[in-house]
Structure formats: C-alpha cells, structure tokens
C-alpha cells in the first residue's frame, strides 16, 4: 500500500488505503488551438486506463475486507468488467460480471474474449435484466465461492472509486503548478456513470483550479444526468469530511452535454469517428469511436472558445496485455 497526495497534503486518513497502480500520467500540447490532452489511456503497467484509478482504491478495500469474489456490472464491449477482473485476480479475487449487450463489433468481440478468460461472465443483455437477474448471480457467486460477494458498481462509481479522481484532479493541479501546462478553462472528458466527472471536479476544486469539468455523455442506459451526478459530489465530499480532509468553500464546477451521443451507447457518430482518425493522424493518440471519440469530438470544438484539456480515458493496450484473441 502507497501513500498519496490525498494522504499526504489533504490529511486522508490512513485507515483508507490506495494501492499505487501507475505514475502520473503525461500531459502535451494537441494540434489546434488551446487543445491539451492528459493522457489517461496510458495509465499504470496494466490494462484499464481510468478504470485503474479507481480499481487502486476499490481492490485494497475489498481484499481488507476478506472478499473471496466480487460481482460487478459492465457493457459488453467496455473496459470497466475486463479491468476489474483482471486486476482482482492479481490478488486472488475471483469476479462475477453480469454484461449488458451494445452493439455488435469485432472490438466488442475481442473485448468479450478477453473477458472470458478472467471472469465468470453472465450475459444479462439488458439494465432491466441485469438488475433482475442481481440477486441470482449474487447467490451463485457466494454459493460456489463459500464467500459472500463484494459488490463494485459499474464504471467503479462508488465513493472509494470516486477517489481515484479526486487523487488525478490534484495530480493535474500539480502539473499546473509545475508549468507543464497552463490551467485549463474546460477539462473535456466522456461521462459514462459519472464517478470519473465528480471524482475528477471534486479534486480540482481541493487542488484550487477553477476550470470546469465538462463531462460528455455516452452512456443512455441509464444516462447519467445531473441529479446523479450531484448526488455523486456530494457523497464525494461527505466521504473525504467524515475522514479527514478539510474542504474548500464552494462548490466544483462541473457540466453534462448530451450533444455528442448520437444514437445512444454503443453507437459510433460520424463526429465521433472523425474525431479518432484526426487524433491518430494530427496527434497519434489511440481513440475509440464510441466513448473517447465522442468526447474528443466535443474538445475540438470547444478549443477555439476556451484552453481545453481533453482528458483521455480510453487504453489503447488491450492486445498488449492480453495477447492471442
């Protein structure tokens, strides 16, 4: 277990433990004007990107905790079930991933392999059947783990994931500060469940930056909207109060915008996809179409407007680390 900035500057308390999974991730200057990237796709020596940050508080809890198995919910196609399980059963957690169906691609069925091979796997499909069918995978889990299931929310939006952004929020602070960019007006970054935008606002507004995070969504089942998101800031802050950390007055700045999501989850846009060949092409960052695409798309054209950071998520490595699917 490692210390961190939460720890050390903001008086967290040491009862809360983070295992340290990568070092602080680059920042550099985009083509286009105003246009900044923080590049999250590259984050730890495993696979997950943001979901790693999360996961560096999430799994340390779980494993005091004696978990044996964990049950988790993730879209078939997305980072968060395959990062999840890969990471636990470094440990030696077991994971249970109920997986909801998006549209069908050769990435998503790449992604679904991968997944497969580190997790038990139950294709509910749908969010309706996914909450239905809870309580039988929970049972199977504890059944044939002899061990009752930790549950980790989708995306790792809980308070413990939350503050793996809280602790990216004032890594970015300190970056300002150090000169390796200036402080952004709009910090762009796609929104699927909404902890990586409250955890993220929550810590630039501890780090003393006044840049607004806009959160683009992807993610219409169930959408993130901003009475959800309120509700994440504010268990956010309750939590980081009730151990130890003094909070600054105010409120963090933070914004939804739904004009990027096109035909829903899933669903690559024609912005979107234009956005991941001029990235590759102008900047040779890796996109993908569906979730960091979007977001991108929404950075370019809010650049010429404001110094805009985008904040990428997506890891590019999944082959890499799980080679022959």
């Known amino acids: ?40 796709g590259v984050y730890g020596c495993y696979y997950g990107g943001n979901k790693l940050r999360k996961l560096e508080w999430l799994l340390p809890a779980a494993a005091r905790g004696g978990a044996r198995v964990l049950c988790t919910a993730s879209a078939a196609g997305a980072a968060h079930g395959l990062a999840t399980a890969a990471a636990a059963r470094r440990v030696g957690i077991t ?74 929020g004032l890594e970015l602070a300190e970056q300002v500060r150090a000169g390796a960019l200036p402080c952004p007006d709009r910090v762009v970054l796609p929104v699927g469940t909404g902890g990586t935008a409250a955890g993220l606002a929550t810590g630039l507004h501890l780090g003393g930056l006044s840049a607004t995070v806009m959160g683009v969504i992807i993610n219409d089942r169930p959408r993130c909207d901003e009475r959800r998101l ?20 105010g409120t963090p700045h ?34 993908d179409p569906v979730c960091s695409g979007k977001a991108f798309a929404a950075a370019r054209e809010l650049a010429g407007e404001a110094n805009v950071l985008f904040w990428n998520t997506f890891d ?10």
């Open 1 to 40: 277990m490692t210390d961190s900035r939460l720890h050390s500057r903001c008086g967290l308390s040491p009862e809360i433990v983070r295992a340290d999974a990568g070092s602080p991730t680059p920042v550099r200057r985009l083509s286009g004007d105003g246009l900044w990237l923080k590049d999250d």
């Open 95 to 168: 994971t249970h991933v109920a997986v909801v169906d998006q549209p069908p691609s050769p990435e998503v069925d790449e992604q679904m392999a991968r997944l497969r091979r580190v997790a038990t796997v139950h294709h509910t499909r749908t969010v309706r059947r996914t909450y239905l069918a809870a309580p039988a995978i929970f049972a199977a889990a504890a059944s044939r783990h002899r061990s009752r299931p930790r549950i980790i929310p989708a995306g790792g939006s809980s308070v413990r994931g939350m503050l793996g952004y809280v602790e990216a």
């Open 230 to 249: 309120r509700r994440l800031l504010v268990q956010c802050h309750r939590f980081l109060r009730a151990h130890g950390v003094g909070m600054p007055e």
């Open 254 to 287: 933070v914004e939804l915008r739904d004009e990027w999501l096109g035909a829903g989850y899933g669903h690559p846009t024609a912005s979107g996809t234009a956005a991941v060949a001029r990235a590759a092409g102008d900047d040779g960052v890796s996109l």
């Open 316 to 325: 590019a490595r999944a082959a890499e680390f799980f080679p022959g699917d």
